[in-house]
């Protein structure tokens, strides 16, 4: 049953008035570097135990210094103790601000939360309703142990399927489909690194589409965190990313009269925030968005909450310590903390607005909307797929949202320019739907 619209809640224009500089007024505190095996000055760099000395400042100075960066003053919650991430960042998802971080800008391997500008990038170019059938070569080069959605050869899909694979199952065989209808993995690349620079993430390098570990791909949690903010712009990629699980088509076999009959299959999100697990419960508020686990890279995830009407990203990348879903649970410790600290702590920092956004501001010449096309599809999932209801709490009058099925698009201001240097609203959250 479809909630109230909370058209108060959050303004569909911004005005110039939002757009003030960042107060940095307090000094850092500074936790001890973290060990690591990951890439970090350079991406051809040798491993590191340490983060760089000097990192990237995009997005604000503090952010550039290695350790965990926050101000805290009266009346700000302490952060959590028991978080042992080598890097990761909380931020406010609208008007951008970084509530604190942690080697924010250390380069490492990025595993599939990189699916992430994936999608961001090739998502505005295939209908969904388009069909493709897979041939050979479509699947070539899929690295050992890589998690499969199970594409098979001589089956046609639509966009729609090939997209739940990616988001739900982390399917590289999806990817590299996709990759094969957009000219090629290498094509696909080039036109991910180029959309990595439009959007200022300039920590990521990216070698392999599906975040396979390769030798120089490496990416930070704050690149991460653009990422993710760029792509909940898109229609589509709300509803992907926050779908708890879809039924998949499967192989065709003939059936008891001889008919071919095309099997389905379920598939369920790997987000253990989303979708729950023994040691992890479904997070309230979540609505998205990846998670992703390799060799080099160890446990990485990205994810985005709501909750009386703020919005946070978490980007968290390779958890020291061993335990079971341990990347999942650090990061629902540092949604709490945002949460309570959302209003009352200075930022240390912000999430900068694509390059063409910024060319868009008064007095510049627009250049289109920002992070791609606004939805990458019409229409909201097929049968059998199904969104999450993420829960809020009581200042939301309980009533269950999800970033996946809200409608609305970039909020574009007179003449076509795009003020998002201090705000970039996320759209309505409008629609409950109900858990499977």
């Not at 070569?137 to 050869?153: F, N, P, T």
């Not at 704050?222 to 779908?243: H, I, M, P, W």
């Not at 980007?315 to 209003?343: Q, S």
């Not at 809200?406 to 320019?417: D, E, I, K, M, P």
Request: glycine residues 12%.
């Amino acid at each position: 049953m479809p909630a109230p619209k909370k058209t108060t809640r959050r303004s569909l224009l911004v005005t110039s008035a939002v757009l003030s500089s960042l107060a940095l007024a307090s000094p850092a505190a500074v936790a001890a570097p973290k060990p690591s095996g990951s890439p970090s000055a350079s991406p051809s760099a040798s491993p590191s135990v340490t983060p760089p000395a000097s990192m990237s400042t995009v997005g604000g100075a503090r952010l550039g210094r290695p350790g965990t960066q926050v101000n805290l003053a009266s009346g700000v919650p302490v952060l959590p103790k028991d978080v042992s991430a080598r890097s990761w960042i909380v931020a406010d998802a609208e008007t951008g601000d970084v509530l604190a971080a942690h080697n924010a800008h250390w380069r490492l391997a990025p595993a599939s939360t990189l699916k992430m500008l994936f999608a961001d990038t090739l998502l505005p170019k295939f209908p969904r309703s388009e069909k493709h059938k897979v041939v050979p070569s479509d699947l070539a080069g899929i690295g050992a142990g890589s998690s499969l959605v199970g594409i098979k050869e001589e089956e046609t899909y639509t966009v729609h399927d090939l997209w739940l694979g990616v988001f739900l199952r982390s399917g590289n065989d999806a990817v590299h489909v996709l990759s094969a209808m957009n000219q090629g993995v290498e094509n696909t690349v080039k036109d991910m690194n180029e959309h990595a620079e439009e959007l200022q993430a300039l920590d990521t390098h990216v070698v392999s589409p599906d975040g396979y570990d390769a030798e120089g791909q490496v990416s930070s949690a704050y690149d991460l965190t653009l990422f993710a903010r760029s792509g909940l712009q898109k229609k589509d990629f709300r509803e992907y990313c926050s779908t708890v699980s879809a039924k998949f088509p499967g192989e065709t076999k003939k059936g008891k009269k001889g008919k071919q009959v095309r099997e389905t299959f379920e598939i369920q999100n790997t987000n253990r925030l989303l979708a729950g697990d023994s040691d992890v419960p479904v997070y309230q508020g979540i609505a998205g968005v990846k998670n992703g686990n390799t060799t080099n890279a160890g446990a990485t995830f990205t994810g985005v909450a709501e909750r009386d009407g703020k919005v946070l990203l978490v980007t968290v990348m390779n958890p020291e310590k061993p335990e079971h879903n341990e990347v999942y649970k650090e990061t629902a410790r540092l949604f709490d903390w945002g949460f309570k600290a959302a209003g009352k702590v200075q930022p240390v920092g912000e999430l900068v607005p694509p390059r063409s956004a910024r060319a868009s501001e008064p007095g510049a010449n627009p250049s289109g909307e920002a992070g791609g096309s606004g939805d990458g599809g019409k229409g909201t999932a097929g049968t059998g797929s199904k969104p999450v209801a993420s829960a809020s709490s009581g200042g939301s009058s309980g009533v269950g949202t999800a970033l996946g099925i809200a409608g609305g698009v970039l909020v574009l201001l007179a003449g076509g320019a795009f003020l998002v240097n201090r705000r970039w609203p996320l759209p309505d959250l409008v629609r409950r739907r109900t858990r499977p």
